[in-house]
């Protein structure tokens, strides 16, 4: 019997149910773009960076199927711990994990028809030895494809914590809260150049955005993912000893300027990079 028409799963049991979810939202609308964006062909030797708690690796290794090898990097031990589940779960046999940094991937030269990284080589340490790494992995022609939200990302909170700042005599911080910007979101212009610097030409370059709403200010403060994701950062703008009297203003003028428009909405601008190995 085919191995495809095995369908007894237990769907109460507690190990479906942990691995069920695939991925985050936050990943979804990047990763969409880009496994619609891959030139499929069979037998592929397929590297993923950053790829978290499995997506989008999980589902490019059943996409192009047993035929070919996909590598996984990522250095978040316990993510990487969850997605070794989910492989397992899937039945997922084409699949190899490296546990690091895609600064350091123990890979051959030459040894890769196609890298995707999904919202990930933005996030590395050190954007140009990862470029460089990617090179040295990746066969003349083969496909890079790479997700990444843009530094106008979250513009409508970005503008009004710049407005309570100047109101509170806070301009000193306006250069960390740009600081703070650049340092996670590069220009694309910039990247852009980065990456053929590396030998790569891009063939494409797709825009697309989505957005995040909520009913005020005080719901999306208090958002899972946006704690998570962005309030270190955000917090790293305003010195210690004043965080609780900026974002409360902060709070504040969000909910006036739900208020006012019904909601409020961030909106997450972000593209996606096709490019090949000269």
């Known amino acids: 019997m085919p191995e495809y028409l095995k369908t007894d799963y237990s769907y109460n049991s507690a190990e479906f149910v942990e691995t069920f979810d695939e991925l985050p939202l936050w990943a979804a609308p990047f990763g969409l773009k880009l496994l619609d964006s891959i030139s499929y062909r069979k037998g592929f030797t397929a590297l993923d960076i950053g790829f978290g708690a499995g997506f989008p690796l999980t589902e490019i290794a059943m996409r192009l199927g047993r035929e070919s090898k996909i590598y996984g990097v990522d250095p978040w031990d316990a993510a990487v711990d969850r997605a070794e589940k989910k492989i397992k779960r899937y039945g997922i046999q084409n ?46 022609g083969g496909q890079f494809v790479q997700t990444m939200n843009l530094n106008s990302s979250m513009d409508e909170f970005y503008s009004i914590m710049k407005t309570v700042l100047i109101d509170m005599n806070l301009d000193i911080c306006l250069a960390a809260m740009q600081r703070q910007i650049y340092d996670k979101r590069k220009p694309l212009e910039e990247y852009s150049v980065l990456i053929k610097s590396h030998g790569f030409d891009i063939e494409k370059i797709l825009h697309d955005s989505f957005d995040y709403k909520f009913v005020d200010g005080t719901t999306m403060l208090h958002h899972h993912f946006f704690r998570m994701a962005f309030m270190d950062g955000w917090k790293s703008i305003v010195p210690t000893e004043q965080q609780v009297e900026v974002f409360q203003n902060i709070e504040n003028r969000l909910n006036e300027f739900s208020e006012e428009n019904g909601c409020f909405k961030l909106t997450i601008p972000f593209v996606l990079i096709d490019a090949r190995k000269t």
């Not at 994990?97 to 590395?124: H, M, Q, Y």
């Open 95 to 140: 699949v190899e994990i490296i546990r690091g940094k895609a600064e350091e991937i123990p890979l051959a030269d030459n040894s890769i028809d196609l890298i995707v990284s999904n919202n990930g080589l933005n996030n590395v340490e050190d954007a140009s030895q990862a470029l460089s790494e990617c090179s040295r992995l990746i066969k003349s």
